[in-house]
């Protein structure tokens, strides 16, 4: 009585291990990219790691900054000729300064940006880090 106590515990002991190995293997799917994959960002990351390469947090609080920040946000989403890559790019506003981050799908969408920012009341000036990706 004792041993087939003992073998039932065992069998399902392992069932228990092999199942919950199983949901483990699952819910931590390995992904394996090419360098030329469009899913491959590690320069991108290592790029922005530093702290010389602004990102959302940087934008100023100041009044006038934030007004820029939205006037040029609202021109952009009300402008359907732009992909929604480009209607998504990063607008940070420091100081009067505008700094354009992301990718746009060509150079005719990142000089239209920068214009769009350009006009805008109380811009100084615009960085224009738009990353294109047409080929």
Known sequence: MFTRLLLVMFALTSSLLLMASVVRAEQN?????TADS????TELNI??????TLTPEDQKE??????ITAKIRQAVVRDKSLSV??????????????????P???????????????????????????ENKAP
Do not use: C, F, W
Request: charged share 30%.
């Open 29 to 33: 799917p390995a992904i394996y990219l």
């Open 38 to 41: 469009a899913l491959e960002n």
């Open 47 to 52: 790029r922005d790691k530093d702290n010389a």
């Open 62 to 67: 100041t009044k006038e900054d934030i007004e």
């Open 85 to 102: 890559n480009a209607q998504n790019v990063k607008i940070i506003t420091r100081n009067g300064v505008v700094t354009l981050r992301g």
């Open 104 to 130: 746009v799908a060509s150079e005719a969408e990142s000089t239209k940006l920068q214009k769009i920012a350009e006009k805008m009341r109380g811009v100084v000036q615009v960085d224009n880090q738009l």
